[in-house]
T-cell receptor, first 115, second 112 residues
Framework: GAGVSQSPRYKVAKRGQDVALRCDPISGHVSLFWYQQALGQGPEFLTYFQNEAQLDKSGLPSDRFFAERPEGSVSTLKIQRTQQEDSAVYLC?????????????FGPGTRLLVL | QKEVEQNSGPLSVPEGAIASLNCTYSDRGSQSFFWYRQYSGKSPELIMFIYSNGDKEDGRFTAQLNKASQYVSLLIRDSQPSDSATYLCAVSGSSNTGKLIFGQGTTLQVKP
């Protein structure tokens, strides 16, 4: 079956622009995670959804970052007034139910470059 | 101290050798431990997970967990050039959400 998909795959933004990154999780997966991966680093947690509820947003680096999953399936990560330090790969992952023991399946990521 | 620590490497081994990748973590409440492989420019893919102390084997891969020492390792036997990648250790900590805390990854180079 289809895996996690993300769009766009690449995004170049000028500093100060707003961007929106989309994630389509595996169909039926309850849990959805967003991670940020800087070059040469491991992914860092941003936020977590269980269905449409955003249960953990402790990893969002500033109030310029906003995520939503209004119908419990597709999710959008929005970054307002982008800064150069926002340049990274943004990974989305989903899991069937969530919880500490479940495998997360990652999408291909969106590579964001802020000039 | 980082929550999950790995040696960034690169770790270089000859083809056919055993590669040993190590990871330590700080949260004693951590329950689940994952090894992901990430090829350059690609997303992480799961290699193995382990929940209980001891060894878990899957083909050429063995994961080892020692909760008392807060240590996880991954052994790759009969290493192949196609194993050359970055290996990410991930820990599902005390949080019930299942969010993963990743190490920075160890780059493995298998030389033919």
């Amino acid at each position: 079956g289809a895996g996690v998909s993300q769009s766009p795959r690449y995004k170049v933004a000028k500093r100060g622009q707003d961007v929106a990154l989309r994630c389509d999780p595996i169909s039926g997966h309850v849990s959805l995670f967003w991670y940020q991966q800087a070059l040469g680093q491991g992914p860092e947690f941003l936020t977590y959804f269980q269905n449409e509820a955003q249960l953990d947003k402790s990893g969002l680096p500033s109030d310029r970052f906003f995520a939503e999953r209004p119908e419990g399936s597709v999710s959008t990560l929005k970054i307002q007034r982008t800064q150069q330090e926002d340049s990274a790969v943004y990974l989305c992952a989903s899991s069937p139910r969530g919880g500490r023991a479940e495998t997360q399946y990652f999408g291909p990521g969106t590579r964001l470059l802020v000039l | 101290q980082k929550e999950v620590e790995q040696n960034s490497g690169p770790l270089s081994v000859p083809e056919g050798a055993i590669a040993s990748l190590n990871c330590t973590y700080s949260d004693r409440g951590s329950q689940s431990f994952f090894w992901y492989r990430q090829y350059s420019g690609k997303s992480p893919e799961l290699i193995m997970f382990i929940y209980s102390n001891g060894d878990k084997e899957d083909g050429r891969f063995t994961a080892q967990l020692n909760k008392a020492s807060q240590y996880v390792s991954l052994l790759i036997r009969d290493s192949q050039p196609s194993d050359s990648a970055t290996y990410l250790c991930a820990v599902s900590g005390s949080s019930n959400t299942g969010k993963l805390i990743f190490g920075q990854g160890t780059t493995l180079q298998v030389k033919p």
